[in-house]
Nanobody, 119 residues
């Protein structure tokens, strides 16, 4: 059974940084793309960033240049480094594991972790 466990998000000030990590278990981590989604209050869930099996990354326009996704296959971990945070980054962030090596359709979701950015 696949499990995705996110680290705690927490509170940050605008302009600050937060680092999220997600540890996956249950199947061979290196075979699958990973990603992060978020859902802000009153808004639809959106993809923030994703990384393929081979390390190719993609980012949503609002976070380009500020967020970085990376993976450590030896530790079954995907990380989202969030810099220059803005109040509009406040959301519940979800780790996802995709069904293939590419970020096509998410297969598994973490429970989510709240990141709050104060102005």
């Amino acid at each position: 059974q696949v499990q995705l466990v996110e680290s705690e998000g927490g509170l940050a000030q605008a302009g600050g940084s937060v680092r999220l990590s997600c540890v996956a278990s249950g199947r061979t981590f290196s075979n699958y793309a990973m990603g992060w989604f978020r859902q802000a209050p009153g808004k639809e869930r959106e993809r923030v960033a994703a990384i393929t099996r081979s390390g190719i990354t993609t980012y949503a326009d609002p976070v380009k240049g500020r967020f970085t996704i990376s993976r450590d296959n030896a530790k079954n971990t995907v990380t989202l480094q969030m810099n220059s945070l803005k109040p509009e980054d406040t959301a519940v962030y979800y780790c996802v594991q995709y069904s293939t090596a590419y970020y096509s359709s998410p297969a598994y979701w973490g429970k989510g972790t709240l990141v709050t950015v104060s102005s």
